[in-house]
T-cell receptor, first 113, second 113 residues
Framework: KQEVTQIPAALSVPEGENLVLNCSFT??????LQWFRQDPGKGLTSLLL?????REQTSGRLNASLDKSSGRSTLYIAASQPGDSATYLC????????????FGKGTLLTVNP | DGGITQSPKYLFRKEGQNVTLSCEQN?????MYWYRQDPGQGLRLIYY???????QKGDIAEGYSVSREKKESFPLTVTSAQKNPTAFYLC????????????FGSGTRLTVV
């Protein structure tokens, strides 16, 4: 059974700092990995989608990497801003005929002005 | 604009009552999913449907029921058999292929009163 772990559970940084969020998964037979952002009481907003054949994806100040063989992904946020404060969730889509997503518990990020 | 609409945003249920959460999508996605989110637990899959008139149980299906009579709609009923229904419920959809990610709705917060 696929398990996804996110470290740290919570992170507080001053504005302007570069930061890295970590995600690990136990079964490397994945189709893709998706990073989401969730604001309090809201749904999930997709940030980046990395296919199993890709090493990284970039969108603005966000960069996500994937090392499928070691079961790891990182989300790098450059020059953090208070508006980046949210919970960040990592999810993997399993291999075979399994198109279900398995989620980590998330990292709660607070960027202080 | 294409997207997923969940309604209502807030729902209150009395003890012993069944309630139905609505999820509608206009993305022409094949697959639809229901997740439950509790503090500290992450997102857990309740039910999913890959095609019309077919659905499968997820990890925590007890006390819930679904139907998929139309491609656009995937309502979730929380029955009186669900002993701890207070949670945030999220609906998602995807194209039934590995290259695409999920799109989520804005969620329904269900509270037992």
């Amino acid at each position: 059974k696929q398990e996804v772990t996110q470290i740290p559970a919570a992170l507080s940084v001053p504005e302007g700092e570069n930061l890295v969020l970590n995600c690990s998964f136990t079964d490397s037979a994945i189709y893709n990995l998706q990073w989401f952002r969730q604001d309090p009481g809201k749904g999930l907003t997709s940030l980046l989608l990395i296919q199993s054949s890709q090493r990284e994806q970039t969108s603005g100040r966000l960069n996500a990497s994937l090392d499928k063989s070691s079961g790891r992904s990182t989300l790098y946020i450059a020059a953090s801003q208070p508006g980046d404060s949210a919970t960040y969730l990592c999810a993997v889509m399993g291999g075979g005929s399994n198109y279900k997503l398995t989620f980590g518990k998330g990292t709660l990020l607070t960027v202080n002005p | 604009d294409g997207g997923i609409t969940q309604s209502p945003k807030y729902l209150f249920r009395k003890e012993g009552q069944n309630v139905t959460l609505s999820c509608e999508q206009n993305l022409n996605h094949d697959a639809m999913y229901w997740y439950r989110q509790d503090p500290g637990q992450g997102l857990r899959l309740i039910y999913y449907s890959q095609i019309v008139n077919d659905f499968q149980k997820g990890d925590i299906a007890e006390g819930y029921s679904v139907s998929r009579e139309k491609k656009e709609s995937f309502p979730l009923t929380v029955t009186s058999a669900q002993k701890n229904p207070t949670a945030f419920y999220l609906c998602a959809s995807s194209i039934q292929a590995s290259y695409y990610g999920y799109t989520f709705g804005s969620g329904t917060r269900l509270t037992v009163v």
